[in-house]
């Protein structure tokens, strides 16, 4: 379910979101949008992105988000997290950008370099 193509789970109102697709932009290149809080990523594909990063799906949520706090999900497992990212699409980080079953965060928006 990882695309092959450029793609960004991207969020327009998020700065760092909007600094790593400019970033790309930057350098000629155009990656396919996902505006994952409107187009909601489904369990495969969580799954799939969260593989292709490496890490747990704990390291790949916004625990700040008041929805994170409301669901106490500081003590659950990979299973309820993932179903919570599924309900609740706010909890992913951003963005996510996603090439040839690659995945980084662009948390600093230049760590996504490295897979593009």
Same mark, same amino acid.
């Given at each position: 379910?990882?695309?092959?193509?450029?793609?960004?789970?991207?969020?327009?109102?998020?700065?760092?979101?909007?600094?790593?697709? #400019?970033?790309?932009? !930057? =350098?000629?290149?155009?990656?396919?949008? &996902?505006?994952?809080?409107?187009? $909601?990523?489904? +369990? @495969? %594909?969580?799954?799939?992105?969260?593989?292709?990063?490496?890490?747990? #799906?704990?390291?790949? !949520? =916004?625990?700040?988000?008041?929805?994170? &706090?409301?669901?106490?999900?500081? $003590?659950?497992? +990979? @299973? %309820?997290?993932?179903?919570?990212?599924?309900?609740?699409?706010?909890?992913?980080?951003?963005?996510?950008?996603?090439?040839?079953?690659?995945?980084?965060?662009?948390?600093?928006?230049?760590?996504?370099?490295?897979?593009?």
């Amino acid at each position: 379910m990882m695309p092959t193509q450029l793609t960004i789970w991207h969020n327009p109102r998020c700065t760092k979101s909007r600094e790593t697709l #400019a970033l790309l932009q !930057m =350098r000629g290149l155009q990656p396919a949008v &996902r505006l994952y809080l409107v187009d $909601a990523p489904s +369990e @495969a %594909e969580i799954v799939a992105v969260r593989n292709a990063l490496g890490v747990t #799906a704990d390291a790949m !949520m =916004r625990k700040g988000e008041k929805v994170f &706090r409301e669901l106490d999900l500081g $003590a659950v497992g +990979e @299973a %309820e997290l993932i179903d919570a990212m599924i309900a609740h699409p706010i909890l992913i980080e951003r963005p996510i950008v996603m090439m040839d079953g690659r995945a980084a965060i662009g948390r600093p928006p230049e760590a996504v370099l490295d897979i593009v």
